[in-house]
């Protein structure tokens, strides 16, 4: 086993480390402030062609590994969670659909722009009573000649507001369970399509979460994806690879976390001396290196399987849940070691631990995660 990065992998980790503490950074507290999303940086970063990492230069994209891709999500997270999520939704979510799903044509119109980023892409498969049980939607899409015409609520739709179009699971058959759902592809554009208020949230406030409406919303037959009955395959098999990114950003806040303690801890003297000199913070800050390196050696092994083409989802779940769960525990630690001082928004380490938190919620909650990986592991 070979833990040293390729040039390629050093150069991208370079890169995106750069461009997080030179873009990111310096508006990072008042994008949370404002919750306001980063459009300028997300533009920035369409340029430089992280939003279609994993396409290849084919179909525009940066054509690179998964490794590759969480290297840089890790980096992007570290410095701002928000612009982590939007970019791995887009990446993992959206792009990895039309690449395993969508067909030649479908591909041509919308790949090459998402993967430039002039596109944005959302995926939307929670409603307000389907969350977990993700197969128990009810937002319908009826057949009208080469149509469909939907109607229903989804909820939680990361990049809602700010994307061109959606990634749209809906029951196209009543009574059969997950065997009646179907995949979509809706432009925003399309009438009978709104999105409801921007979520005011506790975390990531620099990202966009929004409902979404159809009301009689006709769509040409041709968006659908894969075919009739495939949706919830198709939600599930995009989630493991969601679940790889969303794991990244995880690491990269319990990696702020770690860096901000250590700095932090050299610099605050109690009682005459650096509280770095204390048992009780060794213990809280090995605590942290350790958890970091085990979540990324996690990550790294999913990631290697989805490149080698191997089944991943119970080692996508193992690393969502171990880094998301590792990065509540580190961003806690860090406002411990902070104080009064970490409390205070000026310092910016509760940032951290509210951004933490919706990496155990979002793209399946750890629960589920559990849930998965104690089938899989029953299974073998
Ligand atoms: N890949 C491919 N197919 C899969 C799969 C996977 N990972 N997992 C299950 N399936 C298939 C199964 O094989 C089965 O098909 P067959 O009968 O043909 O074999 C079918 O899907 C149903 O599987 P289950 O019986 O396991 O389904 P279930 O109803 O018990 O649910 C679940 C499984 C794990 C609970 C699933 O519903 C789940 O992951 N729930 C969480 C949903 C989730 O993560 N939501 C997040 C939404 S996105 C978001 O967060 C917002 C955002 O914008 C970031």
Redesign the pocket.
Known sequence: MDFNYSEEQLLIKQTTHDFAEKHLAPGVMERDEKAEFPTEQIKMMAELGFLGMMVPEKWNGAGMDTISYVIAIEEIARVDASVA?VMS?NNS?VCQVFLNWCTDQQKQKYLPRLAAGELLG?????EPQS?????NMRTFAERDGNYYILNGTKN????GISSDLVLVYAMTTKGIG?KGITAFIVEKSRAGFSVGKKEDKLGIRGSDTCEIYFDNCRIPAENLIGEVGQG??IA??T??G?RIGIAAQALGIARAALEKSLVYSKEREQFGQPIANFGAIHDKISNMACNVDAARLLIHQAAALKDAKQRF?KEGAMAKYFASKIAMEATTQCVQIFGGYGYMREYGVERLMRDAKITQI???TSE?QQ??IA?ALLKE
């Open positions: 999520v939704v979510l959302a995926y939307s498969l929670s969350g977990s049980d993700a197969s939680w739709v990361t990049n997950y919830f395959k599930l098999s989630l493991d969601g989802t979002y793209e399946g589920i849930l998965v089938r």
